[in-house]
């Protein structure tokens, strides 16, 4: 590999300057004091955990969003993009990690999207053909028909058109989200060799990756962030893998995941909970057999859309098997009414159309599923209903000024284990949840975490469907995953990483022969 | 399977005083925050009573409190229903109808010989059957519940119509007229039966609010239709339950008014449509559901009878009394009762 460091001089000339960036979402603190230099011509890395800023923060530098405050400096004068034309016309460029691409358009059309102007004028159709191409070379795939649906590309196609839209305009400063994570090791190593070039063009690459020997063989400086904060810019030979995995990670999350381990240990031997026999979402899919034991955490994975969503409601009896059974010990799930009499408990998607009353109380909140149990005579006292609160609130963490207090009145986070606290308090065997922890802060999701490893460590069965794979990760005995309405894998706790679950996403899994889907 | 039993809310230990570990400052102030809540509506109800004294010559003394204690009474009974509904997210159009019914009934079947307890049993059983017909049409039908108790109350008050010809003969006992009587007693108790029926009502309604599951779920189903049926609310019996108690207290409230006037009048609900709606909201239950409770109607109650008060007394007629009393509730709700605005809300 020929590469030639572009001679960047640390000394006053910056291309990027951030400094004490902050942004809240609500409650959340996503971004808390964020500083980053970036020089021209470098290849820049910026790594940390899910939820720690960097999509933020590169949504801030693009235009998307902006911040609450600090000051970005661009070319050494201060700036602020207020919508991504504004950054895109200052030379930004930006690929966004979920690669905006129209299927029923074509690869060419997709390139020069956006590139318009109000009204196409179809006389530059030649030379725009022309600067299609060359981009496409400059990855390395000048061999890509660009009169073809983009619908048709491969996945690792389809997002280096992503890549190349953004390289049409004149850019300074190419900002990768997580974009390589689709590619195959040609495609990535095609990508490099180009990232490397415009580095000896004098031009700037920022991009942001969980695969640490991308990091450490291709950047020149890294810069990790942790819970919104910038711990440190490291250059390249500083930046050993274990060094960054060391800063990224903190003591907090090092204990959830012990506390897990030691639920799992426990958790090998349970009774069957709920059985899935022949179960398919559609007629023609491979039917699913599959048994959730008392103690198993057991997730559910899936891009937007895939049936991940019908799997859950099906376990949940809130929707009726299309093909096979689901069945708990006293037999198949039919309805909610089945559901509750084998004691499972649903936790819907979105917490505040489906999840709390805003204008009841805590213990409202709390007690309105178990109520019933609660009850003698269709009476139950207020004080009763207010223990079982306090009670159920403490085991799950919540955080309250008092159970008398409004629901509204709790952060996001708290209303979401409170939330977890109604299911509880219905005395359940399984819980059935649908991404308990989106839009959860981190404070609360550590507590969260360590409440679902407890319950399963106490033999509770749990089916947690999550659209963070490191969640899945951490929390998961197996995953469920989905692909186009069908079970694409059921991957163990051995096999199980985010690129195992990426690419089941994808439908790229590739089963190890020997894998007992039952193990 | 009951090893794998969860003991999530029978064996964690408490405190010893059972109590949370919070700031008494915090709980106490959240506290006084909800009563002031509450004690808006009684405040004005008080102040209303004095400028009533003040400004009608003559009005202070004890028959005229007794007569506004009775009118309040009596809307307050039919106000019960109106407020179930409305914290459900409904309302009851057809409380006047069965009112009417009520009435009519009453006087027809005691003066047809019928035993009065007798009489009164059919008629609260059909008033129930009209409730749960309201309230099954309402949530099981999915159809808005304004039309649903609306075309009710035009089908009962049509067949009371076709069925009398607007002509009732009939009579009702004595001690059903001495109940509705400013001079009438309850027992030892110096009120009249009406008054006391409405005090035991209203305990009972706090009480179904607040100590009971229907209580709670009615607030939950209000509240949040989409999650209380997720959390497991069961919204038909809900709504069915509310819509029969609004039915039923409609029902009584009608047979009490026949000892208020003597004859039977299908129209002697005609009024209460807008003051049973009028006293829910003055007294700070919001319409969008889930907040408010029937301690609030109450004061809700004295603040509509004494402004009707106040019009007689000033010597309107009774258009200038409806036009009055109109603008007044407007004013009133819109000085304090109004609905949070969407952008507080979301």
């Keep these: 590999m020929n590469t030639t460091i572009a001679p960047h001089s640390l000394s006053n000339a910056a291309l990027l300057e951030v400094r004490d960036l902050r942004r809240s979402f609500g409650e959340t603190r996503a971004l808390d004091s964020c500083t980053l230099m970036l020089q021209p011509g470098e290849i820049h890395a910026l790594v940390g955990e899910n939820g720690s800023g960097k999509s933020t923060l590169i949504k801030i530098l693009s235009g998307i969003i902006c911040s609450d405050s600090g000051d970005v400096a661009w070319k050494g004068a201060s700036a602020r993009f207020a919508k991504p034309r504004d950054a895109q016309r200052a030379g930004i460029a930006t690929v966004f990690q979920e690669t905006l691409v129209l299927p029923d ?135 050993t893998t274990e060094r960054l995995l060391e800063v990224m990670s903190s003591r907090e999350g090092a204990r959830a995941a012990e506390g897990h381990a030691a639920a799992h240990s426990r958790a090998a031997n349970g009774p069957t909970v709920l059985t899935w026999s022949e179960f398919a979402l559609k007629t023609g899919r491979a039917p699913l057999s599959l048994e959730l034991r008392a103690g198993e955490i057991l997730g559910v994975a899936g891009l937007e859309g895939h049936g991940q969503v019908a799997f859950l409601e099906c376990a949940a009896g809130r929707r009726a098997s299309p093909c096979g059974t689901v069945a708990a010990e006293r037999g198949a799930i039919h309805s909610p009414r089945d559901a509750a009499r084998a004691r499972i408990a649903f936790l819907p998607r979105d917490r505040k159309t489906e999840g709390i009353f805003a204008p009841l109380t805590v213990t409202d909140n709390i007690t309105v599923s178990g109520l019933r149990r609660l009850a003698r005579w269709g009476l139950v006292s207020r004080q009763q209903r207010r223990r079982v609160a306090v009670e159920v609130g403490r085991n799950t963490k919540v955080k309250m000024a008092s159970p008398d207090s409004p629901i509204s009145s709790l952060s996001g986070g708290n209303q979401q284990k409170a939330l977890l606290g ?40 749990i089916l947690l469907l999550s659209t963070e794979l490191a969640e899945l990760c951490q929390l998961c005995d197996r995953v469920v995953v989905f692909h186009n309405q069908g079970v694409e894998a059921v991957i163990g706790r051995a096999e199980l990483s985010e690129q195992a679950l990426i690419a089941a996403m994808f439908g790229k899994y590739h089963k190890a022969p020997d894998v007992d889907v039952n193990a | 399977m009951e090893t794998s039993r969860i003991e999530s809310t029978g064996g964690v230990c408490l405190n010893p005083n059972g109590a949370t570990e919070v700031g008494d400052d915090v709980k106490g102030r959240k506290a006084i925050g909800r009563w002031i809540g509450v004690a808006i509506p009684f405040l004005i109800a008080v102040a209303l009573f004095f400028v009533i004294n003040v400004i009608i010559p003559g009005y202070a003394n004890l028959n005229s409190f007794l007569s506004l204690l009775l009118l309040a009474s009596l809307l307050g009974l039919a106000s019960v229903g109106q407020t179930l509904t409305i914290i459900i997210g409904g309302f009851d159009m057809s409380i006047p109808a069965v009112m009417g019914l009520a009435n009519v009934l009453v006087s027809l079947l005691y003066g047809a010989g019928v035993p009065i307890w007798v009489a009164v049993g059919l008629i ?223």
């Design chain 1, 105 to 239: 358009l074509s690869v060419h059309d997709n390139i020069v999207l956006g590139l318009d102007d109000v009204v196409r004028r179809r006389s530059g159709q030649l030379r725009e053909a022309q600067l299609v191409r060359e981009a496409l070379a400059v990855l390395g795939v000048a061999t890509l028909d660009i009169e073809q649906d983009a619908g048709s590309l491969s996945l690792a196609n389809r997002q280096l058109v992503g890549i190349a839209r953004s390289l049409l305009r004149p850019w300074r400063l190419l900002i990768l989200d997580e974009s390589t994570s689709a590619l195959d090791v040609d495609d990535r190593d095609r990508l490099f060799a180009a990232l490397r070039r415009f580095r000896s063009d004098g031009r700037t690459v920022l991009f942001v990756s969980h695969r640490m020997d991308e990091v450490t063989s291709l950047a020149d400086r890294t810069t990790v962030l942790r819970s919104g904060r910038t711990v440190g810019t490291f250059a390249g030979d500083e930046a």
């Design chain 1, 422 to 461: 109604r299911l509880i308090a219905t005395d359940p065997q399984a819980l059935v949840l649908n991404d308990p922890l989106r839009g959860v802060d981190l404070g609360a999701k550590r507590d969260c975490y360590e409440v679902l490893a407890d319950l399963a460590g106490k033999g509770m069965a």
């Design chain 2, 124 to 346: 609260i059983m059909l008033s129930m059957a009209i409730g749960l017909m309201n309230g099954f049409a309402s949530r099981y039908l999915q159809l808005n519940p304004l039309v649903v108790t609306l075309a009710m109350g035009s089908i009962v008050l049509g067949t009371v119509w076709a069925g009398t010809h607007g002509e009732v003969s009939g009579s009702v006992p004595d001690w059903l007229v001495a109940s509705v009587s400013v001079i009438g007693s309850t027992g030892p108790i110096p009120l009249p039966g009406v008054v006391v029926v409405w005090a035991v009502v209203s305990v009972l309604a706090l009480l179904l609010e607040n100590y009971t599951v229907l209580g709670r779920w009615i607030f939950a189903a209000g509240a949040n239709p989409r999650a209380a049926e997720i959390a497991g609310v069961p919204m038909l019996f809900v709504w069915m339950s509310v819509y029969a108690i609004s039915a039923v207290m409609a029902a009584i409230t009608g047979i009490l008014l026949a000892g208020f006037s003597g004859a039977a009048d299908p129209t002697v609900g005609a009024s209460y449509l807008f003051m049973t709606v009028a006293a829910v909201v003055v007294g700070g239950t919001a319409l969008t559901g889930g907040q408010g409770g029937y301690a609030r109607t109450i004061a809700g109650c004295f603040v509509v009878t004494e402004l009707s008060i106040l019009l007689v007394g000033v010597g309107l007629d009774q258009p200038g009394q409806q036009i009055c009393l109109g603008i007044l509730i407007v004013v009133l709700v819109a000085l304090y009762g109004r609905d949070r605005p969407l952008s507080m809300r979301l």
